[in-house]
């Protein structure tokens, strides 16, 4: 019995425990089963999320919820992986990348396998996208707004449903483009969120060819950087900052006075409402001075609500969303729940998860795959999910849902302005399609929007037309007088007194002095009378008539000096042989040298280095009134490349032939020729000349900036120096032919002896000169032997002075002899000298002062010379 009862509770005992032990693998069964198949028929697929509940972003608050209403929504459709159950494991991960390390190092090191990961908070989502490559894993975030997440090489599998904080860039380049700004400035706080998205706008705006001429950052204290904004003119002013910089910014844009009118600040649209009316401590501005100074500033925002009411994926409006969010959230207040402008945006990421894995499907069964054969070491799946939300693109609550190559969520930007201390909305921009909705409701300070810079206006200073026209006149004036002159000399160069001062040189002087007078025309000649194309030609006008001009003018008064200075310098006994040399073809062949070397010179520099316009720009100048514009003066010149060797080249020749015709003309002052007889006034004519050529050289090119001046003293040198010249030669023949009637040829001075004898009054003058020579050296001998004689009577005189003792003592001896007797009148001088003063000494016989050679004073005689020579002398 006891046996059997042993037995018995044995296998009582054996059955209880078969029987347990049944029980256990049922109910395991039983939760493998609820795992995967809750319906019959449906496995499950799992989505490892890390919502933010609190921390410096507390998201997950709203985000969780919506996500929460689209995973309901999306396990109820059939059409949508109807073979499939969506569940969400989540964490909060604080916003912490410390914490979110261990929460995802649990999500992956714990079963089941998740087939794709939902991080929100930008540095949280940093380090999952990171690390999700390892793992083969998708990661959607529904709360990452860093630009440094668009990154592909480092997050290759990384997309996100909530925009990057560039997508403000291509907003503001198109209201740029729209208000055609080309030139903007930026000002940003030192964060990595804010360079980076800088450097986005840089390169978007560099292809927009548009310029950020500033570029300023501050950490703390924008003070030195606004006042870099005033001081470089920036206009047009991009603020990257968080909201409490941006009352520091403008407190400072107050006092710098950087608002208004000619200013437009372009700031981020997440700031609240009444952001500027927020007493502040670290500000010393007032509510009113703030209010001023952010009056008009342009916002931009991105869309995280479809303004459209339009039935998407889910098959709700927005506004339906947001009610069963308000209902879902308890009545909590929107405002106090974080996470509430971005719930839209996670509730549309379960949406284009869920539509990217029911696209998968189908190419997945193609090659015998299944969305539940995922593993971390299947990179085939994860392919796939990575193709099919790279091409998502369906209507959300949030709006339109698409990916841009970096994953990144192309949404909405909504612009508002900020006008009477109240925010209006005045547009939208869809990136997606390049379309800017716009109300038109803009307002601005001024009448339309400022500009990007202070407005240039060009102007190009002209001559001024009264000055013109009156040195013209004189111009005018003086070519008149050059073909008088001219017309005269031509029409006596059979008056031998024109002869003789070779016509066909002041033939020459009075041509070139016209071409220089020509010249002022084009000297005055600018942009207001000829078009740019034409300009060139004024330039090659002026300077072959001034150079041509010069070189005939001066270049036939040099010759006439050159000459007169080689063949009349010489020594006297060299003069006959040298005049027979003086030809006309000689003074003709010096003139066409100097004028083929200016021809040469002048055809060289015009065949290399052209003369072309050059535009010379002043510095700009503030017009009167308050005007936003500056005006640029500009002024046009004839330049070529080497403007300058050039002119070195033509002013060292030039000048050389100047300072030799002043030496020439000083060493032939005194020189008096028949052949040349007007080389006297050509040389004063070179003396002005070259004083006003050499003064106004380099005075024209230091006022070549004031085309007033530099015109004025070009143009008056060329008309004082054609007048003097054609003053001093032509004036005084004028004057000598008209006051003596020598208007005759040579033919009829023979007719009148009147005329013949003015005429012959120069060839008797030179006849005289000859013979007052030759009774000079006459004289000359004359006393030299007057000086002889009066030597050897006072030798004389002293013999006979010692022998006089002697003479009286023998007289004294013999007897006295009758002394004789001399007339007294042979003893007087001859008539008109005066007496001898103390000479009582009786001359020799051989040296009577009859002699016509002994004169006591030591003059000659005047009839010691013949009569007809003497009248030469003393005429």
Not at 762 to 775: A, H, I, P, V, Y
Request: net charge positive; hydrophobic share 40%.
């Amino acid at each position: 019995m006891p046996t059997m009862a042993k037995l018995s509770w044995q296998h009582h005992s054996r059955g209880r425990r078969l029987i347990s032990t049944s029980y256990f693998v049922l109910a395991t069964l039983t939760l493998l089963f609820s795992w995967s198949c809750p319906v019959l028929g449906k496995k499950k697929l799992y989505i490892g999320a890390l919502f933010p509940m609190s921390g410096g972003w507390p998201g997950g608050q709203a985000c969780l919820p919506a996500a929460q209403m689209a995973l309901d929504l999306v396990n109820k459709r059939t059409d949508i992986l109807p073979d499939y159950e969506l569940e969400l494991i989540y964490y909060d991960s604080m916003c912490d990348p410390g914490e979110a390390t261990k929460l995802l190092y649990d999500l992956l090191y714990t079963e089941p396998i998740k087939i794709v990961l939902m991080p929100g908070c930008s540095s949280v989502s940093t380090l999952v996208a990171e690390a999700a490559r390892m793992w083969n894993l998708i990661v959607l975030s529904y709360g990452s707004s860093s630009p440094a997440l668009s990154n592909r090489q480092r997050f290759p599998t990384f997309f996100r449903t909530h925009p990057s904080a560039t997508l403000h860039n291509p907003t503001r380049v198109q209201l740029f483009q729209k208000w055609k700004w080309t030139k903007i400035a930026t000002i940003q706080q030192t964060t990595e969120v804010f360079t980076s998205t800088l450097d986005d706008l840089e390169q978007r705006v560099k292809e927009a060819g548009i310029e950020i001429s500033v570029r300023q950052s501050f950490l703390t204290d924008p003070a030195v950087a606004v006042k870099n904004l005033k001081r470089q003119d920036a206009r047009i002013i991009v603020g990257l900052f968080y909201e409490t910089e941006a009352r520091k910014v403008f407190c400072e844009v107050y006092k710098e006075k950087l608002y208004g009118k000619k200013y437009v600040w372009f700031l981020i649209g997440w700031y609240a409402d009444n952001w500027f009316k927020i007493k502040d401590p670290s500000i010393n501005c007032t509510v009113e001075q703030m209010t001023e100074a952010v009056e008009g500033h342009v916002t931009t925002e991105i869309v995280m609500l479809n303004p459209e009411t339009v039935r998407g994926a889910s098959n709700l409006t927005s506004q339906e969303f947001l009610a069963q969010l308000m209902s879902k959230l308890g009545g909590k207040n929107p405002e106090e729940t974080g996470g509430f402008q971005e719930a839209p945006l996670a509730y549309d990421a379960v949406w284009a998860l869920a539509l990217a894995l029911n696209k998968t499907v189908g190419p997945l069964k193609a090659k015998g795959r299944r969305l539940e054969d995922f593993n971390y070491n299947n990179k085939d799946i994860t392919a796939e999910i990575y193709r099919a939300l790279n091409t998502s693109s369906f209507e959300g609550v949030s709006g339109h849902v698409v990916f841009d190559a970096q994953g990144s969520r192309m949404a909405w930007t909504l612009i508002e302005q900020l006008q009477g201390g109240s925010y209006k909305k005045i547009g939208y921009f869809d990136m997606t399609k390049g379309n800017l909705s716009w109300y038109g409701n803009d307002r601005w300070i001024g009448s339309d929007p400022p500009a990007d810079q202070t407005v240039v206006i060009q102007k190009f200073r002209y001559l001024s037309q009264k000055l013109f026209v009156s040195v013209s006149v004189f111009a005018g004036l003086g070519i008149l007088m050059g073909i008088v002159c001219l017309t005269f000399n031509i029409y006596n160069s059979n008056v031998r007194y024109i002869q003789n001062s070779q016509p066909y040189l002041n033939n020459m002087t009075a041509v070139g002095c016209m071409m220089a007078l020509a010249a002022v025309f084009p000297l005055g000649i600018d942009g207001l009378h000829v078009r740019n194309s034409q300009f060139p030609v004024v330039c090659q006008f002026r300077l072959w008539l001034l150079g041509l001009g010069f070189s005939l003018a001066y270049g036939s008064m040099f010759t006439k000096i050159w000459w007169v200075h080689t063949v009349f310098t010489k020594k006297d006994e060299k003069k006959d042989k040298r005049k027979q040399h003086l030809e006309p073809w000689k003074l003709y062949a010096t003139v066409g040298v100097l004028l083929v070397i200016d021809i040469l010179s002048l055809m060289i520099w015009q065949i290399v280095d052209p003369l072309h316009i050059t535009v010379e720009k002043f510095t700009k100048e503030a017009p009167k009134g308050d005007v936003d514009q500056l005006i640029e003066p500009l002024l046009q010149h004839c330049s070529s490349e080497k403007m300058n060797t050039w002119l070195g080249v033509v002013y060292g020749y030039k000048g050389l032939l100047l300072l030799l015709g002043i030496f020439l003309a000083y060493e032939t002052k005194s020189v008096s020729t028949e052949k040349i007889n007007d080389h006297r006034a050509v040389g004063m004519a070179i003396y002005n000349v070259s004083v006003l050529c050499m003064i106004t050289a380099p005075v024209t090119m230091i006022l070549s900036s004031k085309q007033d001046a530099s015109f004025a003293f070009a143009s008056l040198a060329i008309i004082f120096s054609v007048y003097i010249t054609l003053v001093v030669l032509f004036v005084p023949k004028m004057r000598r032919l008209i006051t003596r009637g020598e208007w005759q040829s040579d033919q009829q001075e023979t007719m009148k002896t009147g005329s013949s004898t003015n005429n012959n009054d120069e060839e008797k003058s030179r006849q005289l000169e000859r013979e007052n020579k030759e009774l000079q050296k006459i004289i000359q001998e004359k006393e030299e032997r007057v000086s002889e004689l009066r030597n050897q009577l006072s030798e004389r005189q002293a013999l006979r002075s010692r022998k006089r003792p002697t003479s009286s003592s023998q007289n004294h001896s013999s007897p006295s002899l009758p002394a004789p007797q001399n007339d007294p009148k042979s003893l007087l001088p001859p008539p008109g000298y005066p007496l001898p003063a103390s000479d009582n000494h009786s001359l020799p016989p051989t040296f009577s002062n009859t002699s016509p050679l002994y004169q006591p004073d030591g003059k000659i005689n005047r009839n010691s010379c013949h009569p007809g020579r003497l009248q030469l002398l003393y005429k």
